[in-house]
């Protein structure tokens, strides 16, 4: 599985941005999908994920209220879309792909730069 991430971008504090992520072949609706964002010289941190069938969704703290995860599983795309942005979400987004065969995310997206500015 390929992951292609795009959207990313500079925008200025409480604007908004949607990320997309598409993954090749055919087997994208049994993935669980989920976004995280990584700072330099920070570790990679959870965002956002979405259930294979989009019922079940789970936000970290930060984004809670702000940020909205979705998919359409006919496009192979998972979506993040990014309201009233803060300087801190400034951030590397990556998307990634969980098979649910106890492995955790083993598939990854190239990342997608977010600068949000005060």
């Known amino acids: 599985v390929q992951l292609q991430a795009s959207g990313g971008g500079l925008v200025q504090a409480g604007g908004s941005l949607r990320l997309s992520c598409t993954a090749s072949?055919?087997?994208?609706?049994?993935?669980?999908m989920g976004w995280f964002r990584q700072t330099p010289g920070k570790e990679r941190l959870f965002v956002a994920r979405i259930s294979t069938n989009g019922g079940t969704i789970v936000y970290a703290n930060s984004v809670e209220g702000r940020f909205t995860i979705s998919r359409d599983n006919a496009k192979n795309t998972v979506y993040l879309q990014m309201n009233s942005l803060k300087p801190e979400d400034t951030a590397v987004y990556y998307c990634?792909?969980?098979?649910?065969?106890?492995?955790?995310?083993?598939?990854w997206g190239q990342g997608t730069q977010v600068t949000v500015s005060s």
């Open positions: 990634a792909a969980d098979p649910l065969q106890n492995q955790g995310y083993i598939y």
């Open positions: 072949g055919r087997t994208f609706s049994r993935y669980r």
